[in-house]
């Protein structure tokens, strides 16, 4: 199968260029950096190179911590930092720590074409590289192998859909992959025994990077701007919401008999804006537009999300309400803010566990019992005290990942 898939991605060379067209043309590529996915454009620096791919916004801003734990830790290094989304590449420079960020370079990470990824590895050069969450690429990870260029599964996510899947359909492929790779640091105790069972040789003790990110930041005059326009009226924050989700937060809403509240609209996809704006007559964050006394607002922005929590007396996150495994809890967490999610946490079933447990995060079933749960939090200052001691408790407790982290990585480093 690794051969096929060899000659199959060869061939779809020139398919995949003119597909990379289309996407520039719709805004999902960047139309002037798109020799970078054809493995052109490196600019190696002298000293040691660590290449980190993180495919998208969630995984990069979860690097952040460990990338400034590397080169904090080896002063020498530089970071090739590779993502997939032209979303990703525009939060990166906001969010990089201003004294480290002329050791980090970006480039749109190649796609699995062997020759496009010869080109990229040929000019990097890299000493090790990591891969965070699931980003496997056969033709990559073979010849970052055959280079004999060590590589580490960081965050290591492998859900029990893409463990069968994975065990049924290619067990070879499976094990060619995890068995070349040089170490893999789960996020969890499930993911450590799937990838060990399909063939990892070396597996690090759980832990999840992205439980010790740092807290969302937020603009300090955004905050102070919303804040005013808000004034004293009880907020709830509907975080990363997908379709089928925002009629029942409205429900939920209608039905709390919580006086005066807002509920802010941040859908997961900020192009549903107008289509939330139309289902429920609000204002729209995109268009400059502040709350106002109506009871919903829309947050379809990029990179806002830290503004909201600090603002929000209770979050739901979405994804959870609808069959799509929930989105992930821990931003809203850092930021101490009580948390609630639906039944459909599967995505992040060992987190969102260890939340309940902790009381940092309260399930709901439906529409109904989120329309309780927000009464009772935005109703009861003790119970919210509570969720939020909790929440600040759970995040603080992972500080040491990073650290740890980076240790093992610079381990993989020739000396």
């Not at 060590?150 to 994975?166: D, H, K, T």
């Amino acid at each position: 199968m690794s051969t096929l898939w060899h000659g199959l991605a060869a061939i779809a060379a020139p398919a995949l260029r003119l597909h990379l067209r289309r996407r520039a043309r719709r805004g999902k590529e960047d139309p002037s950096r798109l020799a970078e996915r054809e493995g052109y454009g490196a600019a190696r620096p002298e000293g040691r190179v660590f290449w980190l791919h993180a495919a998208s916004v969630g995984e990069s801003l979860s690097v952040l911590p460990l990338l400034e734990a590397l080169l904090t830790r080896d002063p020498c290094l530089s970071v090739l930092l590779t993502t997939g989304t032209v979303t990703s590449a525009t939060l990166l420079p906001k969010r990089l720590p201003e004294a480290l960020a002329h050791r980090v370079h970006h480039r749109y990470a190649p796609l699995d074409v062997p020759g496009w990824v010869e080109r990229f590895l040929d000019g990097w050069r890299p000493d090790a590289a990591g891969f965070v969450e699931s980003e496997l690429w056969p033709n990559t990870l073979s010849e970052l192998v055959r280079r004999g260029i060590p590589v580490a599964l960081i965050n290591a996510r492998l859900s029990a859909r893409s463990f069968e899947r994975w065990r049924r359909w290619a067990p070879g492929l499976a094990g060619r992959l995890l068995g070349g790779l040089s170490l893999v640091l789960p996020r969890s105790a499930e993911d450590a025994e799937r990838v060990s069972a399909l063939g990892a040789r070396r597996v690090a003790a759980p832990a999840d990077l992205k439980q010790s990110a740092a807290p969302l930041p937020a603009d300090p005059d955004a905050l102070a701007e919303l804040r005013a326009a808000i004034g004293a009226r009880p907020m709830l924050l509907a975080a990363s919401t997908h379709p089928g989700e925002e009629e029942q937060v409205a429900a939920a809403h209608r039905a709390s008999g919580v006086p005066g509240l807002l509920t802010i609209l941040a859908p997961r996809h900020p192009e549903r804006g107008a289509e939330l704006a139309g289902l429920t007559g609000a204002r729209k964050r995109s268009e400059g537009a502040l709350p106002d006394g109506g009871p919903f607002y829309v947050a379809d922005t990029i990179g806002e999300l830290g503004v909201f929590y600090r603002l929000a007396g209770v979050s739901f996150i979405g994804g959870s309400l609808i069959p799509h495994g929930g989105q992930n809890p821990l931003e809203a967490v850092r930021l101490s803010c009580p948390v609630l999610m639906g039944p459909h946490r599967q995505n992040f079933t060992e987190q969102t566990e260890a939340l309940i447990a902790a009381g940092a995060l309260r399930p709901v079933a439906d529409a109904a019992a989120l329309a309780e749960a927000v009464h009772d939090v935005l109703t009861n200052p003790a119970s919210a005290d509570a969720m939020r001691r909790a929440a600040g408790g759970f995040a603080d407790a992972a500080a040491h990942v990073p650290a740890r982290m980076a240790e093992e990585l610079l381990g993989l480093m020739p000396g």
